[in-house]
Antibody
């Protein structure tokens, strides 16, 4: 059974870089043809896909975040990471990591429990 | 980007009711439409993919239908554990986008 767990600072100062890690257990991050994704949810609102990284290392990001997003995979640790630069209060959200299906349907399953990140001075 | 619009934003229902939630895409997503359930303080749970295919373990009282731009999630015989917020998501054209959610509340 694949499980995901996010970790990282809960508070980030404006203009700084948000860095999160998602640990994957129960499967190798480099097998199965999956992509690994980040999705966020501002308080009380809906879900926004941030981007995904394929097991090969290729990435695709939501253009809404422009060039502020970088994702990477650490095969030795079996985890993947997210960096968002130049954060503002608008980046305050619960950040979820999830596995993206290896089919044409591009759904997310399973998800991590989520981690709250607040951007504040 | 493909905009996903759900209606209603919230609804009140009783145990045993039949509930219908609608999701509309701003352009055709063919049948590449997925559904999730989220309870307060929890991560979304994946329910349905490709419009109508239930994920393993999802009760058969859940069903999905539609194609193109209009989709429906139906819950028959609503159970206490079904009170939650439901999101649709299109996986047809990136960036992947979600509806704003429909909260199913106790009447």
């Amino acid at each position: 059974q694949v499980q995901l767990q996010e970790s990282g600072p809960g508070l980030v100062r404006p203009s700084q870089t948000l860095s999160l890690t998602c640990a994957v257990s129960g499967a190798s991050i480099r097998s199965g043809g999956y992509s690994w994704s980040w999705i966020r949810q501002p308080p009380g609102t809906g879900l926004e896909w941030i981007g995904s990284i394929h097991q090969s290392g290729s990435t695709y990001y939501n253009p809404s975040l422009g060039s502020r997003v970088t994702m990477s995979i650490d095969e030795s640790q079996n985890h993947f990471s997210l960096k968002v630069t130049s954060v503002t209060a608008a980046d305050t959200a619960i950040y979820f990591c999830a596995r993206e299906s290896n089919t044409m349907y591009n759904y997310f399953d399973p998800w991590g429990q989520g981690t709250m990140v607040v951007v504040s001075p | 980007d493909i905009q996903m619009t759900q209606s209603p934003s919230s609804l009140s229902a009783s145990v045993g009711d039949r509930v219908t939630i609608t999701c509309r895409a701003s352009q055709s997503v063919v049948t590449n439409l997925n559904w999730y359930q989220q309870k307060p303080g929890k991560a979304p749970k994946f329910l349905i993919y490709s419009t109508s295919t239930l994920q393993a373990g999802v009760p058969s009282r859940f069903s999905g239908s539609g194609s193109g731009t209009d989709f429906t999630l139906t819950i028959n015989n609503l159970q206490p554990e079904d009170f939650a917020t439901y999101f649709c998501q299109q996986g047809y054209i990136g960036p992947w986008t979600f509806g704003q959610g429909t909260k199913v509340e106790v009447k």
